[in-house]
């Protein structure tokens, strides 16, 4: 059988590199197994190292994949005949292209590693910023991952996460609590006050400096409007603040109202102004 005159041309190059196109196949498999196996060690043994912020793991594996399989494409192409020259050549004109092309995916790298460099968020603190809010998981290359209070899956492009205010709050040491409490104006606002400072002193999470105060925020017809504020460690944030705003209700219905005041007078609630994190638990 008589092949066709323009067959020949591929079939004569298919039969003279044949040996190098197969070797260049091997090459490529064998890179995009080493890239998945650089990046799987990278972000798995990289934290372990002493001195090495774990946050860089995501990022510098991603790298790694990536730079691992452009070398095996291109060492790919050598073996198949294309020389380093017209690679570079097309590299740099494709580079130019894709750098036009996707400012906002290179703005995504830029910021991802500004963000790693800087260090306003870290793996495991909760943070608000860009309208999301949870708990960092991965600060990659492109993109960060959070996980929501209530376990959601939360992805932001690392720029838009840049551009905005990013609240920590996880960052400082230590917080303050503050529960408004409104109450009749009937009510001995110093034995009021006294009441709340002794339930503030009497949980052990509670710091001693700053001391817990008690100040009236405001007033309005037959209410007064107490303000607790104590400072926690901030890994006790949420559940002292839970504990401090029931047991502040329970002891001011007891001890205060009595049969003489009405207890749907009296309500307690943390102050709006200062969301809770719910950082340490995870959830």
Avoid: C
């Avoid at 190059?13 to 064998?30: E, G, H, K, P």
């Avoid at 109202?257 to 009296?266: L, M, R, V």
């Amino acid at each position: 059988m008589t092949i066709p005159d323009f067959l020949m041309i591929p079939v004569t190059w298919f039969s003279t590199n044949a040996l190098s196109l197969l070797a260049a196949i091997a090459v490529l498999v064998v890179g995009w197994y080493l890239a998945r196996l650089a990046a799987r060690a990278i972000r798995q043994l990289l934290p372990l190292a002493y001195g090495i912020d774990k946050n860089f793991a995501p990022l510098l594996s991603q790298a790694a994949r990536y730079g691992i399989l452009i070398f095996a494409v291109v060492t790919a192409l050598n073996l198949i005949g294309v020389s380093s020259a017209s690679i570079v050549t097309v590299l740099g004109a494709a580079g130019l292209a894709v750098a036009l092309g996707l400012q906002g995916t290179l703005s995504n790298i830029a910021a991802g590693i500004m963000l790693i460099w800087l260090r306003p968020i870290a793996i495991g603190e909760f943070i608000q910023g860009d309208g999301v809010a949870g708990v960092v998981v991965e600060i990659g290359l492109f993109g960060t991952r959070l996980r929501s209070s209530s376990g959601l899956y939360i992805f932001t492009p690392n720029q838009k996460l840049w551009a905005s205010a990013i609240t920590n709050h996880s960052r400082e040491p230590r917080r303050r609590i503050d529960v408004n409490v409104s109450v009749p104006d009937s009510i001995d606002i110093a034995k009021s006050r006294n009441i709340l400072l002794r339930i503030a002193g009497s949980d052990k999470r509670v710091l001693a400096d700053p001391m817990p105060n008690v100040h009236v925020e405001s007033f309005s017809g037959a209410a007064v409007n107490l303000q607790l504020r104590a400072w926690v460690a901030t890994p006790d944030y949420l559940e002292t603040l839970y504990a401090l705003t029931e047991e502040a209700k329970v002891a001011l219905n007891r001890e205060l109202t009595g049969s003489k005041e009405d207890k749907a007078g009296i309500t307690v609630t943390p102050d709006p102004a200062n969301p809770s994190p719910e950082t340490q638990s995870g959830s």
